[in-house]
């Protein structure tokens, strides 16, 4: 019995635990490209460099406000900067559809030149991120640690593994469920939200419905910039801030929403946790699990990976691609059927 409790336990530190963040991160990430091609009809591939540049605020408030002695230990001061990167994002994004998107949305042009400009808006954050913050990692997180750590609970429990739990992996749940709560309640509860709703089914009936165009775009807008730096700064506290790397989470998390169904909240979320747990379960070495399972004769001689961690993202990428093939529309869509 010991050796499947061992057993559950290091699978449940290594896998499962980081499986639930890192799929938290990705659902609001994924929530955030949803909005934008549910609203304003593109896949906005600058989403990567908004979470990255909403991250950079958040870092650069954090340092002001720890050399001023402001923290709210045990918690990271990074949430104390929360609101203030978010606000500077918004601001930076919607001065972005000002001059750049809303040009090409007067024109009524096609989605492929709101991708085009997309990608070029991306490489422009990209080129000012890396200028103002550098290349180099950013580990800004402070307070307590660990929620539990893994002597802790060895000692509690009395096995031989132990299960640790970062305080950002449970901050992150903890952010992914309010907000994606509150956005749902938002969408199906005011007013605002449901003419968003309309706007999105049917963008000339909504007009011709009274609905405000530009106050819904813009709130579309202010949606994901606000999901995005929620999603960037979570990723940089669970893990480290690396400017580069965002531009590569930008494949999964358009793989979550894809897979779920573009313009579909549920899909959003539900395609986060798949490809996260999909990423985390194939590249898991699983030799330590299998060490309290089965007899030492039956131990397998390598690390027991279905696949290495450098092929991490290679398994969103393939889930995207069997998705576009089976059901391009997704999950969740409900133009799929």
Known sequence: MDGLLNALVVLANFALVPGIAYGSQLALGALGVTLVFGVLRFSNFAHGETMSFGAMIAIFVTWILQANGVSIDPLPTALLALPVAILVTVGVVLLTDRFVYRFYRHKRSDQVIFIIVSIGVMFVMAGLIRFLIGPNDQIFTD???????????????????????????VITVVAAVVCCVLLFLFLTRTRTGKSMRAYADNEDLATLSGIDAGRVVLIAWTLSATLAVIAGTLYGLDKSYKPFVFQEILLPIFAAAIVGGLGSPVGAIV?????????????????????????DAWMPDGLAQLLGTEYKFAVAFVILVITLLIRPAGIFNRRSG
């Open 143 to 169: 307070g307590e640690r660990f929620l539990i750590s893994a002597r802790d609970f060895r000692d509690l429990t009395g096995l031989r593994e132990g299960l640790a739990i970062k305080t950002t992996q």
């Open 271 to 295: 395609g986060g946790y798949l490809i996260a747990f999909a990423e985390v379960l194939l590249t898991y070495a699983y030799k330590r699990f299998l060490g309290h399972m089965l007899p």
